[in-house]
């Protein structure tokens, strides 16, 4: 299975971005997708999770009502739109996927960094 995420950057505060990821490979569908980040000098944090069967998202508190996550319209993709971001958004935001059979699988991460 190989992963790709996409659409980082650097945006100011109150700024927009969406950040994109794609599973390829698997014949299966995931059973859930997530988003990771993880800051300078912090761990790993979860900030959306959503199952591709019922579409529905769960959020970390720290952005609920700022990003969305949804289900994209192919199979294994996924993108999370992030508005309002501010700067202890920044971090490197990591895409897995979980698939029956075959465990969890990491994409490569992708930089957003929010200028105050």
């Known amino acids: 299975v190989r992963m790709v995420e996409s659409g980082g950057g650097l945006v100011q505060a109150g700024d927009s971005l969406r950040l994109s990821c794609a599973a390829s490979?698997?014949?299966?569908?995931?059973?859930?997708m997530s988003w990771y980040r993880q800051a300078p000098g912090k761990e790993r944090e979860l900030v959306a999770v959503?199952?591709?069967?019922?579409?529905?998202?769960n959020y970390a508190d720290s952005v609920k009502g700022r990003f969305t996550n949804s289900m994209g319209d192919q199979t294994n993709t996924m993108s999370l739109q992030m508005n309002s971001l501010q700067p202890e958004d920044t971090a490197v935001y990591y895409c897995?996927?979980?698939?029956?059979?075959?465990?969890?699988?990491w994409g490569q991460g992708t930089q957003v960094t929010v200028s105050s």
């Open positions: 897995r996927a979980r698939f029956p059979f075959r465990g969890d699988y």
């Open positions: 490979g698997s014949t299966f569908s995931a059973i859930t």
């Open positions: 959503i199952t591709s069967g019922g579409g529905r998202s």
